[in-house]
């Protein structure tokens, strides 16, 4: 639950910064709680991206690049659920006495969890997928479900609001890379022409 608040507010902070200044941190955290309520209220990224949307168009994200980049988002930009499924497998660990500990096991937690954030991708309780896979690539015996289960249901909205929030980021940050004043040498240049 830190590790999210600290990537909602501080991480995502950044970027907006890195992106536009204080202006960008404005505009996102002005525009973005009506997306990020509706990902947590609903649990899906594709059920908040209509709100994603309208926060990225407020924002000034360019309407080529949002119509792009918050769909795909919405499909594959899971970095909340990758972090709720390294939380999943970390207590799993700890509940059945295993180590977790050496490369080995980072890297594969890590692999799962991108797993999983690909199986869990826009669907409504779609974490139970991928905490199938999780019990199952482990080896834990069928009790862990419903243990990881349990977790999932605390982890998911919080982990949908960060992919969804992650992926207005991401559209701001593709903006910034493509030029974000290019409507505006668009118009100039139509004025001087």
Do not use: Q
């Not at 972090?83 to 937690?109: C, D, H, N």
Request: charged fraction near 15%; aromatic fraction near 8%.
């Amino acid at each position: 639950m830190g590790l999210t608040l600290l990537i909602y507010l501080v991480v995502f902070s950044i970027y907006a910064f890195a992106v536009a200044g204080r202006k960008g941190v404005r505009g996102f955290w002005t525009h973005i709680p009506p997306a990020a309520l509706t990902a947590l209220g609903t649990g899906s990224s594709l059920a908040a991206l209509p709100a994603n949307l309208e926060s990225a168009k407020r924002i000034g994200v360019p309407e080529d690049v949002r119509e792009i980049v918050l769909p795909i988002g919405a499909t594959i930009h899971m970095d909340g659920s990758c972090l709720a499924a390294i939380l999943k497998i970390a207590v799993l660990f700890s509940i059945f006495g295993k180590e977790f500990t050496g490369i080995e096991t980072f890297a594969s937690a890590i692999g799962i969890s991108l797993l999983c954030g690909v199986v869990m991708s826009g669907i409504p309780g779609g974490g139970f997928l991928g905490e199938a896979l999780i019990v199952s690539f482990y080896g834990f015996p069928l009790e862990a479900l419903p243990i990881i289960s349990m977790l999932g249901v605390l982890l998911d909205p919080i982990a949908t609001m960060i992919n969804s929030s992650g992926d207005t980021i991401a559209s701001m940050i593709v903006s910034r890379l493509l030029g974000n004043n290019r409507e505006k040498n668009c118009a100039e240049n139509r004025i001087e022409g």
